[in-house]
C-alpha cells in the first residue's frame, strides 16, 4: 500500500507537461504513471495543479546564532516551508560566525532541535581556517564554502593566500560574494554629498561586481566548484561557464526591480550587491531563461524594519526572500518569461545539483517527496500580514505574483 497518491497532476516529464498520478511511500516517490489504482493511506486530486519539486534555496541568512531578533531557524524555515522552498543552506555570518568545526556542529545541532525544512550550511573562509572546514568535509549537512571578495554584512574577508590554500585543499562548492574590495573603496571615496539609498548603486558600482566576477573566472581549473552569488549585472553573465566549473545564481530582487525602486523603497532595497539598471534586470532574466544562470536564490537577509530605518550610512543591507522566492519566479512563468521546466530546474533540480543532493530537486521515483501543489490560475500580492519571516515585511508587498502553494510536503509528510 502507497502511503500517499497524487492524482492527476500536472507533472513535468522532462521539458514536456504530462498529467499523471504520483505515488509515495516512506518518504520517497515511488512510481509514477497515467493512473495508479493501488490503495493507498491517502489521496489527493490535484485535477488542474501542479505537483512541483519543494525549490532549494542555496543562499540564506537565518540568522542563528546571535541574531535573533531578526530571524532564527524556527522563523526563517517556517517561511521557506510557507513559500515552498524544502531546502536552504545557510551563511556563516552569524555571530559567532561559522568558521571553525566545532561553530559548525553547533549549527547542526540547533537545527535539528528547531528546523521546520531541511537545512544545510556554508563554512566561511578566513585567513587560516582551511584545517577547520577540512575537518568538517564530508558532513551531510556542509553546503560548501562561502567566500567574501568585498565587505558585506558581516565582514569575513579571506584574502588570496587563504584562498588559494582552500581551493587546493578542498573539494567543495565555492560560493563567492564577488564585489571587489579595492573598487568598492575606491568608489566610496570619489563620491561627493551625503549619499542616500538612491546612490547604492554608485557606492557599490556594477564594475566591483564585474571585476569580482574575474576573479572569480581567473581560479577556474579542472576539478574546481566556484559559483557566484547574486549576480546583478549584464555584464557578469558572459563569464559564467559551466564547463569550466564557474556557475552562478540571481537573486528575485534583482530580477525584479531597478535602481529607480531603490530610489523609492530607500533602505528597504539597500542590498549588496545593489539593484542596478532595467538593462541588468532584463540581462539576468533572458539569461535565466535560457540556463545561462543556473539557479534563483535569495540571499533571505532578514533586518528588522527599525533597523532599515536607520539613516542610509548606517542601516543594514539586504532584504528577506523566502516567502516570496517560489510566487516571483513562477509569476515570470506566468507571463511567458520563463518555461516550467526552466523555473523547476532554477529553482530546484539545478541547486540539487550544485549541491550534490542526489534524491532532491525532482518528481521522479527514488527522489524524496519534497513536493508543492501550485494552482496556475491564483495570484497573490503580497502584505506583511502573510509573511511568516521574523522580520515582517518584504520588498515584494504590493507587487502582484503567482500564487503561494496550496499545500506543501516533506518527505511525504504535510507541513502546511
Known sequence: MHDLVFKEARILDGARERIGSVAVREGRIVRIDDRIDQAATHELDCRGRWLLPG????????????????????????????????????????????????????KVARARERARCNVLFYMGLGSDNV??????VGHPALAGVKVFLGATTGDMLSGDAALARALDRLDLLFVF??????????????????????????????????AGARTVASLALPGRRLHIAHLSCADEVP???PARGITG?????????????????????????????SRDREALRAALADGRVAAVATDHAPHTLAEKAQPYPVAPSGVPGLDTMVASTL????????SMARAVDALSTAPAAL??????????????????????????????????????????????????????????????
Not at 78 to 105: C, E, H, K, W, Y
Not at 331 to 338: D, I
Open 331 to 338: 509569476a515570470l512563468v506566468r507571463a511567458g518569461e520563463l
Open 177 to 210: 560574494h564577488a564585489e571587489t574590495e579595492a573598487l568598492l573603496r575606491d568608489a566610496k571615496a570619489a563620491f561627493e554629498g551625503t549619499p542616500t539609498a538612491a546612490d547604492h548603486h554608485i557606492l557599490r558600482p556594477a564594475q566591483a561586481a564585474l
Open 249 to 277: 545564481e540571481a537573486a528575485p530582487h534583482h530580477l525584479w526591480f531597478t535602481a529607480e525602486d531603490t530610489a523609492r523603497q530607500g533602505n528597504l532595497l539597500k542590498v549588496n550587491p545593489p539593484v542596478r539598471s
Open 131 to 136: 584545517d577547520q572546514i577540512a575537518r568538517v
Open 55 to 106: 525549490a532549494i534555496d542555496m543562499h540564506v541568512h537565518l540568522r542563528d546564532p546571535g541574531l535573533e531578533h531578526k530571524e532564527d531557524l524556527a522563523s526563517g524555515t517556517a517561511a521557506a516551508i510557507a513559500g515552498g522552498v524544502t531546502t536552504v543552506a545557510d551563511m556563516p555570518n552569524t555571530r559567532p560566525p561559522t568558521l571553525d568545526a566545532d561553530s559548525f556542529q553547533q
Open 239 to 241: 563569464l559564467l561557464d
Open 355 to 416: 549541491l550534490r543532493l542526489a534524491t532532491k530537486g525532482q518528481v521522479a521515483p527514488g527522489f524524496d517527496a519534497d513536493l508543492f501543489l501550485w494552482d496556475p490560475d491564483a495570484t497573490w500580492t503580497p502584505s506583511a500580514a502573510d509573511l511568516r519571516t521574523r522580520c515582517g515585511w518584504s520588498p515584494f508587498e504590493g507587487v502582484p505574483l503567482a500564487a503561494r502553494p496550496d499545500a506543501v510536503w516533506l518527505a511525504g509528510e504535510r507541513v502546511t
